[in-house]
């Protein structure tokens, strides 16, 4: 490229735009960041309504976040048609608002060091020749992305919200879009541009202009008719931003700057707070933080929570989105910013009955929706913005549990925990029953131990699960781990009694925990604690820090795997299909909180494939981190549903049509619900744990023999 053909590389900017029309462009411009800013204002004042947020993050996690998550839109991925459309629309509309900022710097240096409009400081040269065809693709992703957009509103799929709105906003901008390229079009004609392929797309609709007769002296009103068209509807966007859908976009934005909890954590309760306020859980909005109130602006209801919801699923009264926008709807109706998102018909109860008027536990959002959350994080887990339905239902649970609202089997199980120290409502002295004949040592007598193995409340009073907790004996044994249990002074962890929402009898069960921890040099990680239970496992890395516990925690299927990688535990390759013991096809039930919380979901397979053959473990359609749930989580594991209300009863069809002849499993309640699902079923799958299955390959290192099925269970 020779040097006059470089200094021809630029474009005046604001070209055939009058002072006049210029100083109201400027003016209107003012005025629409004023109506920005004092939107924003606006939802700023209600969102500080909420309670502090006690964790703040530094400037430096701020920006990595915006950076992974608002710029490079990590979460907004695996959604098919819609994620691209998202990934178009979104970075077609940053590159043009980038872009256009680049375009009024320049226009602002230029003024301040005199320059003319045909001398640019920087708009021009090499810089131009990629700002051109960068800024034509961009609003070709812009327009893309709407049209993908508009198909997937026509289709109206009944998980996305719809409003009429929406078309106005996306008609909005591809009228900007449209507009922008016919802008450029006759800038080209008007200029006589050289080079006009940089506009790649502008050129096109030069041409076309020419081919309808237009010429380069006749289309100077056309091109001042564009701009303004093109300028107004762009501020109009701008201004609506606050107003519209499009706030999810700064809400979007705020949230995910503060960082996205790991999954399975729960905000805690301080108990001086209950004791200074009288108050515990939520029954008011402005009882919600002040993240959470962001989380409401920031659901775009796109339906993403309902359609991984396993209630929903199972027609359960509970929708996630539907439980967002419907406390949205009431924060507006009760503070003053009305008519944005109404609430959801189910909840209307028509008449004079207003939003307002009502409670919010019992009025807006029914318990019966609350009650049927598994709080298995799917719908935390699949939202692209960081919103979490769950933490709104178990704060609002809370408050239920407070107000005795809690009745019949789940509020037994609440009362047996508290008295007995476990939901089976059992005396602490028969906690060691499973370990009959095993010699299972406890802490106090192997205090030099260095794995605890945390057996649960399931397996040491279900007679069922008391098989898991001998086979684990086995393979610790076999393996050399020097181990002990905590016997009788083990209790229930209060998992499930905090997802219920009985916050204070989970503090009390944890606090115990704790001291005995302490009293045996486990609280701080001097031992490894081992469970089979992936809520126990959770509890014991989510909850219990909270209170000021640093615990060494693992799943059995990852210690178990450990072990046999370091050549401890050896189990012949195999051994289930070639034995004929247990069944020659498995498929595997990926438990909610240890694959999708904790993200665990190689060691099972690798043990199971180790035991079963590689060819004979069959997956499910719904495996890994996309798994579903059994049901029993978040406390359903005590609500009495008739069979064939059960929420993982879809979980358990999908098993049966895999034709393996064993569903393996690596939680206790998972055990327990896909068992019985199966027992109602015309089927002969038999459902068990993973260690179960590795138990009985056990070689002694002593004999280098298999024992024998009966030898290995010790039943």
Known sequence: ???????????????????????????????????????????????????????????????????????????????????????????????????????????????????????????????????????????????????????????????????????????????????????????????????????????????????????????AGWHSTAWWLHAVMALALIALFP?????????????????????????????????????????????????????????????????????????????????????????????????????????????????????????????????????????????PLGVSPLGFIVDMRRFLVADSQLRGSPALALQKTDRTGNPWGMSAQDRMAWATDLHVPTVQENPDCEVIYWVGCAAAYDRRLQKVARSVVKLLRAAGVNFAVLGNLERCTGEAARRMGDELLFQQLAGKNLETFARFGVRRGAKRIVSHCPHCVNSFQQDYPQLGASLDVIHHTEFLSELVRAGRLKIPPGHSAATGIGATTVTYHDPCYLARVQGVTAAPRALLKLASGAGNLVEMPRHGRQTACCGAGGGRMWFDDAPDQRIGRSRVTEAIATGAQTLAVSCPFCLITTADGLAGRACNTAVRDVAEILADGLVSERTGNADTPETSHGF
């Open 243 to 383: 107003f519209s859908r499009l706030l999810h976009a700064i809400a979007g934005t705020v949230r995910l700057a503060v960082g996205i909890e790991p999954l399975g954590t729960l905000s805690s309760v301080p108990i001086e707070q209950v004791e200074a306020t009288g108050e515990i859980g939520v029954a008011r909005v402005e009882q919600f933080t002040r993240r959470q109130l962001v989380e409401l602006d920031a659901c775009v209801s796109c339906g993403r929570c309902e359609q991984a919801c396993p209630a929903f699923e199972a027609g359960k009264p509970l929708s996630p989105r539907n439980i967002v926008q419907d406390i949205r709807g009431h924060m507006e109706a009760t503070f003053g910013w009305r008519a944005t998102s109404p609430v959801s018909p189910q909840f209307q109860t028509g008449g004079t009955d207003s939003t307002a008027a009502r409670s919010l536990v019992g009025g807006v959002i029914l318990p019966e929706a609350l009650w049927s959350c598994t709080t298995c994080s799917a719908c935390v887990d699949v939202c």
């Open 1 to 219: 490229m020779d040097g006059q053909t470089h200094s021809l590389l630029t474009r005046e900017i604001f070209g055939n735009v009058s002072s006049t029309s210029k100083v109201i462009f400027y003016l209107l411009s003012l005025a629409v960041v004023g109506t920005l800013a004092w939107g924003i204002a606006l939802r700023a004042r209600l969102w500080r309504m909420g309670k502090p947020n006690t964790e703040r993050p530094g400037w430096r996690i701020i920006l990595i976040n915006l950076w992974k998550l608002v710029f490079l839109q990590r979460r907004v991925g695996g959604r098919g048609t819609a994620s691209v459309a998202h990934f178009l629309l979104f970075g077609g509309f940053v590159v043009l608002s980038i872009g256009t900022g680049l375009i009024a710097v320049e226009h602002v240096l230029a003024s301040l060091l005199g320059r003319g409009p045909k001398d640019p400081v920087f708009h021009k040269g090499l810089y131009f020749a990629v700002y051109e065809p960068v800024m034509e693709l961009a609003g070709l992703a812009l327009l893309v992305g709407c049209v993908l957009f508009a198909c997937r509103r026509w289709k109206r799929p009944p998980e996305i919200g719809h409003e009429s709105r929406d078309w106005l906003l996306l008609s909005l901008l591809v009228t900007i879009g449209v507009t922008g390229f016919m802008l450029e079009g006759l800038r080209i004609l008007r200029e006589q541009t050289p080079l006009p392929g940089l506009s790649f797309v502008g050129a096109i609709f030069a041409q076309g202009l020419e081919t309808v007769g237009m010429t380069a002296s006749g289309v």
